[in-house]
């Protein structure tokens, strides 16, 4: 299994980004698919999640409002589009995927396949 980040890169303050994963999985609509982040010297910390289906979100507080989880079930694709982003969410972002539960997980602990991680760096 092989999960793809794509899209980090150098954005002004209150500039916006576009997140993808792309994952081999065989049965793609029956894994939940999260967005994780992990900044210099902290642990890593989740900030959105989507069910299976695409039918259930759930985001971190620090990101509610800003952000947006979606995923395509044909294309094997998750999605995090990121706007007005601040200095504070400078991090690696990772995509992670586990079978579909009966929650949103949203532990590091829970997940059982990472992406490589794509580098968000937001200036000041």
């Known amino acids: 299994v092989q999960l793809q980040a794509s899209g980090g890169g150098l954005v002004q303050a209150g500039g916006s980004l576009a997140l993808s994963c792309s994952a081999s999985?065989?049965?793609?609509?029956?894994?939940?698919m999260s967005w994780f982040r992990q900044a210099p010297g902290k642990e890593r910390e989740f900030v959105a999640v989507i069910s299976g289906s695409g039918g259930n979100t759930y985001y971190a507080d620090s990101v509610k409002g800003r952000s947006t989880i979606s995923r395509d079930n044909a294309k094997n694709t998750v999605y995090l589009q990121m706007n007005s982003l601040i200095p504070e969410d400078t991090a690696v972002y990772y995509c992670?995927?586990?079978?579909?539960?009966?929650?949103?997980?949203?532990?590091?602990?829970?997940?059982?396949?990472w992406g490589q991680g794509t580098l968000v760096t937001v200036s000041s």
């Open positions: 999985l065989r049965t793609f609509s029956s894994y939940a």
């Open positions: 992670a995927a586990r079978v579909t539960t009966s929650r949103l997980n949203i532990t590091p602990r829970e997940y059982v396949y």
